[in-house]
């Protein structure tokens, strides 16, 4: 990537980190909102990299976000919670979650579009129950008692990493390659790419940031249960992807923004919050069906 990006990238996590030691002056509640929208940005450009840059319909997204939240939470309730361990949970939460986008990319990435979709949401659901099951996991009551070690800096500070990472891949030589598979896989096949092996380096990259949102909700919430993973969790990153646009970083950045603020400023109506919620996003999809924000670079 060209030294602008870069320099976006370090001021992005300087006012991370920055506005997190000013964090105790504001608002618990909007503070949390605005950790909640950081830990979603991650969940949505990681996703966007699998459905948008490359072209896949993955359904199990919340499904490594709770292999990330789960090992890296379990890590720091075993060691002891502490700024030095939290960062060696997260990365283990998101290694531990690659190694599980590997584990279903490898066997079912040569499937597409429908039959993808319903394998990976087969996926996810299968993380849920075996957290659910696992007496070491806290089965279905969860885990409590995690200390709140995300703040304001590591979510905003991970969130500039992953778009970062993401748009350097997508816009290096090698990553043309993801959008030679998302356009035509026989003819990117026919030129010498591996269609199967990009998607599983995309699945293995989304997974390994969705685990550390993961680790980060973890850690913001205080509690995991595995109700918090399920199918419909997964539908709410793939449509702050669609919302956005599919392979428009900028756009899909926007919509995650929106739909994590979007419920709250609802909270007035309460009982008539999801149904409003759900027509603004059927209106949207009715007349923008290629994205609400589909400008700027993928």
């Given amino acids: 990537m060209r030294g602008r990006e870069k320099l976006f990238l370090l001021l992005g996590i300087i006012a991370a980190i920055g506005l997190s030691f000013a964090s105790g002056a504001f608002n618990r509640y909007y503070l949390g909102i605005v950790i909640d929208v950081g830990i979603n940005i991650i969940l949505a450009v990681s996703l966007n990299l699998i459905n948008g840059h490359t072209g896949q319909f993955s359904l199990g997204h919340a499904g490594f976000m709770a292999v990330g939240g789960y090992v890296a939470a379990k890590l720091t309730l075993v060691c002891g919670a502490s700024a030095w361990i939290f960062l060696p949970a997260l990365l283990l939460g998101g290694g531990v979650a690659a190694l599980a986008g590997l584990a279903v990319g490898v066997p079912s990435l040569r499937l597409r579009g429908d039959y993808l979709a319903i394998v990976t949401l087969g996926f996810g659901e299968i993380i849920r129950v075996i957290f659910q099951t696992s007496e070491f996991f806290g089965a279905a009551t969860g885990l409590t008692g995690i200390t709140r070690l995300t703040t304001f800096g590591w979510a905003w500070g991970l969130a500039a990493v992953t ?21 035509d896989e026989i003819a990117a096949s026919a030129m010498g790419i591996n269609p199967v092996r990009y998607k599983v380096t995309a699945f293995v990259i989304g997974a390994f940031f969705a685990g550390i949102a993961g ?15 399920d199918f419909i969790k997964s539908i709410e990153i793939v449509v702050m992807v669609i919302l956005g646009g599919m392979g428009r970083t900028v756009g899909v950045i926007l919509a995650a923004v929106i739909l994590t603020i979007l419920p709250e400023l609802l909270r007035g109506v309460a009982e008539y919050r999801m149904i409003i919620y759900s027509l603004l996003i059927i209106g949207l999809m009715l007349t923008r069906p290629q994205g609400l924000f589909t400008f700027g670079k993928k």
């Fill in 163 to 183: 778009v970062y990472v993401v748009a350097c891949l997508v816009n290096s030589t090698y990553g043309r390659g993801f959008i030679a598979v998302h356009d």
């Fill in 215 to 229: 680790g980060l909700y973890a850690h913001h919430k205080g509690v995991l249960t595995p109700s918090g993973f």
